[in-house]
């Protein structure tokens, strides 16, 4: 019997490879969106701590230089806030966009797979349909040798 051949074996292949790298570009997406929201904490764990030490600054009646001082870093802090939010914004965009060409990936490998399946099944189907008819042949065979005697040929597949 011959043995099941599916012809678009390199094309699966290259797709479950091309999923592969999909897969490995959405890990390093999400490993920045993690890295640039837990930037983003930070910078808003600072803000609030600088608000606390000014309300305390505040309540100890400070000078007027160190109000400005005080002012000029709120405003640094809340400009770099601001800045690793949009990049948070932009890796979050980038991972969902990484996801989507992973789920492309997995739908057109998906695709294949499920047409070698059908091939498989079909392949089975016949090579069971051949297989019983030899059976069927050899059967009806058997009883017309057996009636011939002893002297005659051996049947032949």
């Given at each position: 019997m011959k043995a099941f051949h599916f012809r678009l074996q390199v094309v699966l292949t290259l797709r479950e490879e091309v999923e592969q790298a999909a897969r490995r570009v959405y890990a390093r997406a999400l490993l920045a969106l993690g890295q640039a929201s837990g930037r983003l904490a930070g910078a808003e764990a600072e803000i609030?701590?600088?608000?606390?030490?000014?309300?305390?600054?505040?309540?100890?009646?400070?000078?007027?230089?160190?109000?400005?001082?005080?002012r000029l870093y709120g405003a640094a802090l809340e400009d770099r806030r601001t800045q690793l939010a949009r990049e948070a914004a932009r890796a979050k965009q980038q991972a969902e966009e990484c996801r989507q060409k992973l789920l492309l990936?997995?739908?057109?490998?998906?695709?294949?797979?499920?047409?070698?399946?059908?091939?498989?099944?079909a392949h089975d189907y016949q090579a069971a349909r051949a297989e019983q008819k030899l059976l069927d042949d050899l059967s009806q065979r058997v009883p017309a040798l057996a009636a011939a005697g002893p002297e005659?040929?051996?049947?032949?597949?």
């Open positions: 609030e701590a600088h608000h606390q030490r000014r309300r305390a600054r505040l309540a100890a009646g400070p000078r007027a230089e160190e109000l400005e001082q005080n990936a997995g739908r057109q490998r998906e695709t294949l797979e499920r047409l070698r399946e059908r091939q498989r099944r005659a040929p051996s049947p032949t597949l």
